[in-house]
Protein backbone atom coordinates (compact mmCIF):
# COMPACT_ATOMS: atom_id res chain seq x y z
CA UNK A 1 0.00 0.00 0.00
CA UNK A 2 1.22 3.52 -1.36
CA UNK A 3 1.53 6.13 1.78
CA UNK A 4 2.61 9.36 1.81
CA UNK A 5 3.06 11.24 5.22
CA UNK A 6 4.01 14.91 4.86
CA UNK A 7 4.83 16.97 7.91
CA UNK A 8 6.80 20.57 8.96
CA UNK A 9 3.90 22.88 8.49
CA UNK A 10 2.99 25.48 10.43
CA UNK A 11 2.66 29.73 11.08
CA UNK A 12 5.48 31.33 9.98
CA UNK A 13 5.94 35.51 9.40
CA UNK A 14 6.17 36.85 5.86
CA UNK A 15 9.83 36.67 4.87
CA UNK A 16 10.39 33.57 6.97
CA UNK A 17 11.65 30.20 5.72
CA UNK A 18 9.67 26.63 6.55
CA UNK A 19 10.86 22.83 5.36
CA UNK A 20 8.44 20.63 4.77
CA UNK A 21 8.92 16.62 4.41
CA UNK A 22 7.52 14.04 3.03
CA UNK A 23 7.69 10.18 4.16
CA UNK A 24 7.03 7.81 1.19
CA UNK A 25 6.16 3.58 1.83
CA UNK A 26 4.56 1.13 -0.12
CA UNK A 27 6.70 1.44 -3.67
CA UNK A 28 10.10 1.73 -4.93
CA UNK A 29 10.38 5.03 -4.07
CA UNK A 30 13.63 5.73 -6.04
CA UNK A 31 12.26 4.33 -8.79
CA UNK A 32 9.61 7.33 -9.05
CA UNK A 33 9.44 11.36 -9.55
CA UNK A 34 8.07 12.86 -6.46
CA UNK A 35 5.53 16.32 -6.61
CA UNK A 36 4.69 18.96 -4.18
CA UNK A 37 1.56 20.73 -4.89
CA UNK A 38 -0.45 23.19 -2.95
CA UNK A 39 -4.16 24.43 -2.34
CA UNK A 40 -5.04 27.52 -0.90
CA UNK A 41 -8.54 28.11 0.14
CA UNK A 42 -10.96 28.63 -2.22
CA UNK A 43 -8.54 27.70 -5.01
CA UNK A 44 -7.95 24.68 -6.87
CA UNK A 45 -4.65 22.25 -5.99
CA UNK A 46 -1.76 23.89 -7.93
CA UNK A 47 1.72 22.20 -9.14
CA UNK A 48 4.63 23.54 -6.95
CA UNK A 49 7.83 21.16 -8.08
CA UNK A 50 8.33 18.51 -9.06
CA UNK A 51 11.49 15.99 -8.87
CA UNK A 52 12.47 12.61 -11.12
CA UNK A 53 13.83 9.47 -9.67
CA UNK A 54 16.87 10.38 -8.96
CA UNK A 55 17.39 13.95 -7.51
CA UNK A 56 19.32 15.54 -10.50
CA UNK A 57 16.06 17.19 -12.28
CA UNK A 58 13.55 19.05 -10.68
CA UNK A 59 10.60 21.65 -12.07
CA UNK A 60 9.34 24.70 -10.62
CA UNK A 61 6.58 26.93 -11.24
CA UNK A 62 7.45 29.97 -12.33
CA UNK A 63 6.45 32.09 -9.40
CA UNK A 64 8.54 29.66 -7.15
CA UNK A 65 11.23 29.83 -8.50
CA UNK A 66 14.28 31.53 -6.73
CA UNK A 67 12.56 30.81 -3.14
CA UNK A 68 11.42 27.26 -3.24
CA UNK A 69 13.68 24.04 -3.33
CA UNK A 70 12.83 20.77 -3.70
CA UNK A 71 14.95 17.55 -2.87
CA UNK A 72 14.77 13.75 -1.69
CA UNK A 73 16.81 11.15 -0.24
CA UNK A 74 16.53 8.17 -1.84
CA UNK A 75 18.09 6.30 1.21
CA UNK A 76 15.84 7.37 3.67
CA UNK A 77 12.54 7.70 1.15
CA UNK A 78 12.30 10.99 1.43
CA UNK A 79 11.12 14.17 -0.29
CA UNK A 80 11.57 17.72 1.41
CA UNK A 81 10.45 21.25 0.01
CA UNK A 82 12.15 24.13 1.25
CA UNK A 83 10.50 27.20 1.17
CA UNK A 84 12.21 30.62 1.82
CA UNK A 85 11.01 34.11 1.64
CA UNK A 86 7.72 32.87 2.74
CA UNK A 87 4.89 35.56 1.47
CA UNK A 88 1.27 35.92 2.68
CA UNK A 89 -0.10 34.11 -0.80
CA UNK A 90 2.15 31.33 -0.14
CA UNK A 91 -0.64 30.16 2.62
CA UNK A 92 -2.03 27.01 1.73
CA UNK A 93 -2.09 23.19 2.39
CA UNK A 94 0.56 21.26 0.71
CA UNK A 95 0.48 17.75 -0.86
CA UNK A 96 3.05 15.31 -1.16
CA UNK A 97 1.98 13.10 -4.28
CA UNK A 98 3.70 10.30 -6.63
CA UNK A 99 2.30 8.47 -9.66
CA UNK A 100 2.52 4.73 -9.65
CA UNK A 101 -0.34 3.14 -11.09
CA UNK A 102 -2.09 5.73 -10.15
CA UNK A 103 -2.03 9.16 -8.61
CA UNK A 104 -1.39 9.06 -4.64
CA UNK A 105 -1.51 11.86 -2.36
CA UNK A 106 -0.81 12.75 1.34
CA UNK A 107 -3.40 13.85 3.76
CA UNK A 108 -1.29 17.41 3.72
CA UNK A 109 0.03 19.87 5.83
CA UNK A 110 -0.66 23.39 6.60
CA UNK A 111 1.14 26.39 5.38
CA UNK A 112 0.14 29.61 6.96
CA UNK A 113 1.99 32.95 6.55
CA UNK A 114 0.95 35.48 8.35
CA UNK A 115 2.31 38.44 10.74
Known amino acids: EVKLVESGGGVVQPGGSLRLSCGASGFTFSTYAMSWYRQAPGKERELVARIYNTGATAYYVESMKGRFTVSRDNAKNTVYLQMNSLKSEDTAVYYC????????WGQGTQVTVSS
Open 97 to 104: NTMTDRDY
